[in-house]
């Protein structure tokens, strides 16, 4: 059974950067069939994609995040990872991880998640 | 236009079947998927697809499309049901962009 698992600091300076790490077990990160993909939730609000990898290294971002955000991809470790620069407290989110299935047809659907991570941006 | 709009809040007695709605313009080209979050926990894919299940999900939930409006029915809703829901699409403006509902709060009553 495929799982996900994101790991990295709690707690973010202001102005500085944010790292995070989604270790995948249970398959390959390298599958053709999926992307890879990073989803955000600030407290008591709703879901928000912040971007996508494909095991080749392609991605696609936000465009509202695109200029802050990197997400590059580690088939050694079945890892991939995030990092979003100049931080501030509307960065403040729960952090998940997930596999994102692209269809041509049928559009593009999030499974599984990890358990989502905290991440909080504080002097 | 990649925005997708849901009602914030929909209520339902126990047992009795709950529609809750997502409206976008990219819904006219591609089908949402929906998402169940409880409190602190993950969300769960609950529909994908035409109307296509995962594995675990009960078959009291189903989705349907119509124009530019996806739409999450669960018939004979449960207390368990109780939570956020989320719906998700790709911009069918060819840029690859994904974006999220606002997100539905039901309630079994």
């Known amino acids: 059974q495929l799982q996900l698992q994101e790991s990295g600091p709690g707690l973010v300076k202001p102005s500085e950067t944010l790292s995070l790490t989604c270790t995948v077990s249970?398959?390959?990160?390298?599958?053709?069939?999926?992307?890879w993909g990073w989803i955000r939730q600030p407290p008591g609000k709703g879901l928000e994609w912040i971007g996508s990898?494909?095991?080749?290294?392609?991605?696609y971002y936000n465009p509202s995040l695109k200029s802050r955000v990197t997400i590059s991809v580690d088939t050694s470790k079945n890892q991939f990872s995030l990092k979003l620069s100049s931080v501030t407290a509307a960065d403040t989110a729960v952090y998940y991880c997930?596999?994102?299935?692209?269809?041509?047809?049928?559009?593009?659907?999030?499974?599984?998640w990890g358990q989502g991570t905290l991440v909080t941006v504080s002097s | 236009s990649s925005e997708l709009t849901q009602d914030p809040a929909v209520s339902v007695a126990l047992g009795q079947t709950v529609r809750i709605t997502c409206q976008g313009d990219?819904?006219?080209?591609?089908?949402a998927s929906w998402y169940q979050q409880k409190p602190g926990q993950a969300p769960v894919l609950v529909i994908y697809?035409?109307?296509n299940r995962p594995s675990g999900i009960p078959d009291r939930f189903s989705g349907s499309s119509s124009g530019n409006t996806a739409s999450l029915t669960i018939t004979g809703a449960q207390a368990e049901d109780e939570a956020d829901y989320y719906c998700n699409s790709r911009d069918s403006s060819g840029n690859h962009r994904v974006v999220f509902g606002g997100g539905t709060k039901l309630t079994v009553l």
């Open positions: 990219s819904l006219r080209s591609y089908y």
């Open positions: 997930a596999r994102h299935n692209v269809n041509s047809n049928y559009g593009n659907w999030f499974d599984p």
């Open positions: 990898i494909y095991y080749s290294g392609s991605t």
């Open positions: 249970g398959g390959s990160i390298s599958s053709s069939s999926y992307y």
């Open positions: 697809g035409k109307n």
